[in-house]
């Protein structure tokens, strides 16, 4: 049966649009991506921008109860533009995935191999507060080194921002076509970003999935931190996701390191890890991270 959004969805989906009437400005000199991990920081791009992330992951799973093991290789990309005003993103992420599993049952094993879209989702992203731009947070102190390097308590003040989505699951789908998901499953959650100081950030996202199917409802909570060095276009990041539902509970711990190769071009490289063993997964994924930035061609254009 098709699905129909009730009243308090539409209306929870037109308030938020509406918050994009006050603008906080979010234009960055350098790209603003983010990946390599799965936290999604509370920046999205601008409207002069069009993004493109990329990756791919290997994953290894195994079960000690239900005695299977499968390899995946996944295929992702995730593009974003910012609309209307530069607090508004519009993002659609894509999964495509190659898996080979085998089940063991007695003295029979059982294999299967598919390959499908594991994931499309279209959602929007508002910064709805920025303490750099409300606060003097962001003022440097022109007498003191350290002052600009310490980390104090008024830098854990976080910049917020909401986040919607709705997933495409697909009949005949290997890895979508579940009876207890609708055909359009919305997600909301809030993001938070602190900047520590001038190399250390913190994120954190509390996202609720499946919204409308109690079944397959589950919390996705994710934290990162990012630490930049100095005069160096390095920096490494350690993260933690939990994930917590009636069909599905687990807690995963990925870190990796990126490279910015200039303004708006990144490549990463990361690991991941879960503590369970039903199943037990390992990960391993690279990727990268461009834009294309028509404010740059605007800023030629007067220089010339």
Known sequence: MLWCPSK??????????????????QYTEVINTNRPGVTIGAFGVSK?????????QGISSTHSVKNYKANSNQYELDVRKGVLKDNLELFINARFTQSDSTINRLSTSYRRQVSDLSELRIGLKYLLWDPYKRTNLGERNIYSW????????????PSVALWASTSFNMEGNAFMNYPSVSKFSPAAGII????????WT?????????????PAFYYDFRSSIIKGFKNSRWSIFIEQNTIYGDQYADLILRSGVAYLSYENLQFDLYAGYNVK???RLLSVGFGGSFRIDRSDQKRLKTRY
């Open 146 to 157: 350290r002052a600009n390097k310490v980390i104090r308590l008024r830098n854990f003040i």
């Open 8 to 25: 308090k969805y539409i209306h929870f989906i037109l308030l938020f649009i509406g918050f994009a009437v006050k603008s906080y400005g």
């Open 192 to 199: 938070t970003q602190s900047q520590l100081n001038d190399y």
């Open 202 to 214: 913190w994120t954190n996202n509390v996202f609720v999935f499946n919204l409308l199917d109690k």
């Open 277 to 279: 063993s039903t199943p």
């Open 48 to 56: 002069s921008v069009f993004q493109i992330e990329y990756g791919f």
